[in-house]
């Protein structure tokens, strides 16, 4: 129980002996504190030297009153969970060069994975159609270039495909399998 680095005051778990005379606490493992003039507590676990923090938990400064939660290698995030002002969720896995790779969104209740320039390359989730699902691969533009799923009008599925060439057009087929109306 002290203060640490950068003007933190909390609880502190470390790998080496006290300090004397109110010197900061360092190599710590794991803290549970806030920071002089801000609001809200964050909760951070590092590697085993304690100088890589692998976990921090807290406020989401950018959507007061929500949680944010982040996971990496001390270099750089790989996974972060965040907490919406709605109350849903959100999941962001990170690719190596530190762009978000793939992400989950629960109001939308829907999985994007995401090229390197940030652009959607695939997304999987519900139709905006109806409550059925959709598939959707985009171009390296993030243009919507093919599409399936289901049909809210004949409760079957459909497939369509945004066709190039001198025109574009969308073309769509529909299915029927049998059992299906």
Known sequence: LGSGADNKYGVFVRNETPGKDNQPI?????ELAVTQG??????RLRDKTG???IVAAGENPSTPGTGLIYVGNGGRN???????????????AFAADGRVGAGMNGNDRNFVAYSAAGTPITSVG????SE?????????????VASMGNRADRNNG????????????????????????
């Open 51 to 53: 100088g890589k923090q």
């Open 158 to 181: 459909e497939i369509c495909v945004l066709r190039g060439g001198s025109e574009t057009k969308l073309e769509c087929l529909g299915i029927s399998l049998p059992g299906l109306y």
């Open 26 to 30: 360092t190599n710590v493992l794991a």
């Open 78 to 92: 790989a996974a972060a969970l965040a907490t919406n002002a709605d109350g849903s969720g959100v999941v962001h």
């Open 132 to 144: 059925g699902g959709n598939v959707t691969v985009y171009n390296p533009s993030g243009d919507g």
């Open 126 to 129: 519900k139709s905006d159609k």
């Open 38 to 43: 801000q609001t809200g507590g964050v909760l």
